[in-house]
């Protein structure tokens, strides 16, 4: 089993690879960001694609859409300290086979990604609890992917130069992207909509 870990963080990468490394048929490839994730993933044909939401330069949304777009079959598990579940939805909604939360019990680890290779999916039980009893009234629920990193930087304290830099993209998108977004959460100035923002994280 051939597996890419898509993540900035040196110490959470040695981690992975410890929790691997005693599994003989396993073989560990690594990037720090998204380019060389992608780059990686063409380089290497991993069965899996652990991929970090938080990333340099693109997001792990945006590098999933990216690979899929390329190999409609790649089997792609999200790795994140972030376990809301609107974020676990849109993983699954980008294409993503299973979520894995940083914070979850590392014994689970690699049964979750035999059980993806072996092509199924996987979320963690609580996980699959919150999404399962969601309210359908999520002021989330109707956003996209793009529009909910939007989100999580809004709420995070960026404003949108900053934003525009970590996506790759231009101001104007951004200002676009949060006029919509002002729409959507029921915001009437920026300020509102950062409010909105970690309102919304926060349910």
């Known amino acids: 089993m051939r597996i890419l870990i898509v993540d900035d963080h040196p110490v ?3 981690g992975c690879k410890a929790l691997l490394a005693g599994e003989a048929d396993v073989e560990v490839f690594d990037a720090a960001d998204a380019a060389a994730g992608y780059e990686a993933f063409l380089k290497n044909s991993p069965d899996i694609a652990l991929v970090d939401i938080n990333l ?10 990216r690979i899929l777009r390329q190999e409609p079959e790649a089997r792609i598990v999200i790795f994140s300290m972030n376990d809301d579940p609107a974020f676990v939805g849109r993983a699954l ?5 299973g979520f894995i939360a940083k914070n979850d019990d590392p014994l689970l680890f690699v049964s979750a990604l035999r059980q993806v290779h072996a092509g199924g999916t996987y979320l963690p039980a609580n996980l ?3 999404m399962a009893f969601a309210r359908f009234n999520d002021p989330l629920s109707s ?3 793009r529009e909910m ?7 995070a304290g960026a404003d949108m130069g900053a934003i525009a830099d970590k996506l790759g993209v231009s101001y104007k ?4 992207n949060c006029t919509a977004l002002k729409s ?3 915001a009437k100035s920026s300020m509102d909509l950062m409010r909105a923002a970690m309102e919304a994280l926060s349910r």
């Open 184 to 186: 959507k959460l029921g």
């Open 12 to 14: 959470v990468i040695s």
């Open 93 to 97: 909604d980008a294409g993503a086979k």
């Open 128 to 130: 699959a609890h919150k």
């Open 143 to 145: 956003l996209s992917a």
């Open 56 to 65: 340099p330069g693109l997001s792990g949304f945006d590098l999933t859409n």
């Open 173 to 176: 998108t951004i200002a676009n």
């Open 149 to 155: 990193e939007i989100v999580r930087l809004l709420a």
